[in-house]
């Protein structure tokens, strides 16, 4: 190499070794590894964005739904041709595999319109449908099964949320079958009959119907029939309403319809009938056309009614025309309190109502008055004329109460615990309204054996008489004890004991009243009489009419004097001896406590949520009011320490 070469390469390389050393030390120096430094603003960003991710968009549980199917069917010669239409979403982005229909022979496709090719996996047609919702129509077709009388074929229903089918038969008033599945209509037109039907999704649906040979019709047979006809004619106020419950029996040929005469100023309300197919109402006759011609009963309720302004009319008694024989019952009913005369004619025969047909009596509402059979006769046509006189409206009891046994505890800072048990004999009453004095509330009610809430309302509490499932036809027995505040006894003074007023009648009311033996009672007052006052017939014919009602009636009857005693009439109560008014005026009537107010007693102490000084010793009165009709009952004395 010459010297010259090798100094300009010298100098060349002194240079790049310089200029890269001088622009290292222009260059800023990197931090240590690990430190960075954030605004604050941008470090609680950072923070929110770790503490709540983005939430990805959740997918649905289901590819794809089809919602509806509507197939439409036609029999043409010996295969079945008709359109599956589908309607549907899907659910997921991109292309999804959607299956269609399985079973038959799909020639032709489109969706929304548009062509649309399928697959075909494991005999399913399956289609790749874009996101969205789509429609789709299938033409499609399926073999026919023709056997000795009878054609069948097996539709698969689609797994859609719904499938409705419309299937086109050949032949007038073709009766098809189709299970599983509901037909929902039948008619005929222009030779066909259509039949619509709801199909379960997702299951083979077997249809079929009975073929005709339409080569050689048969020659039509003269038409015999039988009629029954149950009639029910009910007479209200203003109006006649007659039900007819008529059974068609063919004996012969097969007719498509029957015919009634209809009686003149009478309007059609109502037909009914498991093998009617259509009515038509032509003045003064009623066709009834079948859809069934070839069954052998046949079974319709007819209902007419007409306006009256008069208290007499002619019962319309319905009759079918060619009918070959003709029976039927007549049940006769007044709404309201009235009373019906009715004369029969033309082989109308009176029987007793119980023997009237059951299923006419179960259409009655209310009580019969009259019943008739007939057989009509060709020369002979029933009839019957009614008439009629209505009365007016009184009201009825409700509920009454046959007696009532009342229990007073008083204590001496003037509290008093009542029990009231009532033998009660109810029809419909539901409450029993208990107006309480005032300072006075209930605390326990049973009815029947059975404890019970009152509810209180605006203008009183309420005892529930009935429940779900309780209509009793007897007596029984409701009770409830209540409690009043009362004013504390002093030395001496007066005092007055208020029962409640109850909505209901009380034939006789018996009232024991048990006062602490320390006070010395005289000058009984009030609304009440002594016990021994009621006469003793009224007393034993009183118990002998409720001695099977109830064990807890109170007796009550006279006793023998122990002993002369002027001015004394000792009575008994339950087998213990009461004092006179005398008596209780002269302030001697010491005695046991009775049975009731021992039974009080105990339920004070172990049943009834009360704290009360209920008196184990004391003096028992007993007082008796007949006939009680919502009105307080009260009982006023004074008194002095002893």
Not at 199 to 222: C, I, K
Not at 408 to 427: A, P, W, Y
Not at 560 to 588: F, I, K, L, T
Request: charged share 20%.
């Amino acid at each position: 190499m010459k010297p010259g070469i090798l100094l300009f390469s010298f100098l060349a390389c002194l240079l790049v070794s310089q200029f890269s050393a001088a622009q290292d030390a222009t260059e800023m120096p990197l931090p240590a590894p690990g430190n960075v430094t954030l605004t604050l603003a941008e470090y609680n960003r950072l923070v929110e964005l770790a503490a709540n991710p983005p939430k990805k968009p959740e997918l649905a549980p289901l590819p794809y739904s089809i919602k509806h199917a509507d197939v439409k069917l036609r029999v043409e010669k010996d295969v079945i041709r008709g359109t599956v239409e589908l309607e549907g979403e899907v659910f997921r982005k991109g292309f999804t595999r959607v299956p269609l229909t399985s079973g038959m022979t799909v020639l032709d496709a489109h969706l929304n319109g548009k062509g649309v090719p399928l697959l075909q996996e494991n005999g399913t047609h399956t289609a790749l449908l874009p996101n969205g919702e789509f429609s789709i129509a299938l033409d499609a077709g399926l073999p026919l099964r023709i056997e000795a009388g009878r054609a069948s074929f097996s539709l698969p229903a689609p797994a859609a949320g719904s499938v409705q089918v419309a299937l086109v038969i050949p032949g007038d008033h073709t009766f098809a079958n189709v299970s599983p599945g509901l037909i929902t209509s039948r008619k005929s037109e222009s030779g066909h009959t259509v039949i619509a039907a709801t199909l379960l999704p997702g299951q083979p649906a077997n249809f079929w119907w009975a073929t005709r040979d339409v080569s050689a019709p048969a020659t039509p047979r003269e038409t015999r029939f039988l009629s029954d006809a149950k009639t029910l004619i009910s007479v209200s106020e203003a109006e006649i309403r007659v039900a007819v419950l008529a059974d068609i029996t063919v004996v012969q040929g097969e007719p498509a319809q029957f015919q009634l005469e209809l009686p003149a100023g009478y309007e059609i309300t109502g037909v009914t009938g498991a093998t009617l197919d259509s009515t038509d109402t032509q003045p003064a006759v009623l066709t009834l056309k079948v859809n069934a011609p070839g069954q052998r009963s046949h079974q319709f309720l007819i209902s007419l009614e007409r306006s009256i302004n008069d208290s007499k009319a002619e019962a319309p008694l319905l009759g079918f025309k060619g009918a070959q024989r003709e029976t039927g019952e007549v049940l006769l009913e007044g709404a309201g309190t009235m009373e019906i005369t009715a004369k029969e004619t033309g082989g109308l025969k009176r029987m007793d109502v119980k023997e009237a047909n059951p299923y006419l009596r179960s259409m009655a509402h209310f009580p019969a008055q009259a019943a008739f059979r007939y057989h009509r006769q060709p020369k002979e046509e029933p009839g019957l004329a009614l008439q009629w006189v209505r009365f007016p409206d009184s009201s009825v009891l409700a509920a009454v109460a046959e007696s009532a046994q009342v229990t007073t505890l008083v204590t001496s800072e003037g509290k008093s615990l009542t029990e009231i048990r009532l033998i009660v004999k109810n029809q419909a009453q539901p409450f029993l309204k208990v107006t309480l004095p005032a300072g006075a509330s209930i605390l326990s009610a049973e009815v029947a054996g059975e404890r019970v809430k009152p509810v209180q309302g605006p203008d009183g509490s309420r005892v529930p008489l009935l429940r779900p499932g309780f209509r009793p036809a007897d007596c029984y027995t409701v009770s409830f004890v209540f409690m009043h505040s009362g004013a504390p006894f002093a030395r001496k003074g007066g005092a007055e004991l208020s029962l409640p007023s109850m909505d209901i009648p009380i034939n006789l009311l018996n009232w024991e009243i048990f006062l602490p033996e320390q006070y010395k009672v005289k000058g009984f007052g009030g609304d009440v009489i002594a016990a021994n006052r009621v006469p003793q017939p009224f007393r034993e014919e009183e118990y002998a009419s409720r001695q099977g009602e109830s064990s807890e009636v109170v007796r009550v009857e006279a006793a023998p004097a122990a002993g002369p005693v002027p001015g004394r009439s000792d009575m008994a109560v339950n087998g213990r001896n009461y004092p006179s008014m005398q008596q209780m005026a002269a302030g001697v009537a010491q005695q046991n406590a009775s049975a009731n107010v021992l039974n009080l007693q105990k339920r004070v102490s172990g049943v009834l949520p009360v704290a009360i000084d209920v008196p184990r010793a004391g003096t028992s009165f007993a007082f008796v009011r007949p006939l009680v009709l919502d009105e307080a009952t009260k009982v006023t004395f004074s008194y002095r320490s002893r």
